[in-house]
């Protein structure tokens, strides 16, 4: 089994900073992708930004030039540094990792439970 533990979210205002960490822990023998999503309110959940295990990441054009996803390899954590956040970026922000428990198990989608992001005006 994977778990990933997301935490770091919380109220700022518009132009604050934010950053969010993604713990992941248990059986993971590989991983290809690992990311962060967001769901606001009576929207779909959409893509933030990625990290490969090639170490290539990919943004959405909302986000680019104001989010940075990075990973520290020693501690399974992948973090999410936002800044200049505005009020569109008010959501749950979750967290998904893409890879394998073992080499003989095929490649699954974990999630963790998300972290609330609220940007006030």
């Known amino acids: 089994q994977v778990q990933l533990v997301e935490s770091g979210g919380g109220l700022v205002q518009t132009g604050g900073s934010l950053r969010l960490s993604c713990a992941a822990s248990?059986?993971?023998?590989?991983?290809?992708?690992m990311g962060w999503y967001r769901q606001a309110p009576e929207k779909q959940r959409e893509s933030v930004a990625s990290?490969?295990?090639?170490?290539?990441?990919k943004y959405a054009d909302s986000v680019k030039g104001r989010f940075t996803i990075s990973r520290d390899n020693a501690k399974n954590t992948v973090y999410l540094q936002m800044n200049s956040l505005k009020p569109e970026d008010t959501a749950l922000y979750y967290c998904?990792?893409?890879?394998?428990?073992?080499?003989?198990?095929?490649?699954?989608?974990?999630w963790g439970q998300g972290t609330q992001v609220t940007v006030s005006s």
């Open positions: 998904n990792l893409v890879g394998r428990t073992s080499w003989w198990e095929p490649t699954r989608s974990y």
């Open positions: 248990g059986s993971i023998f590989s991983f290809d992708v």
């Open positions: 990290l490969t295990s090639s170490g290539a990441t």
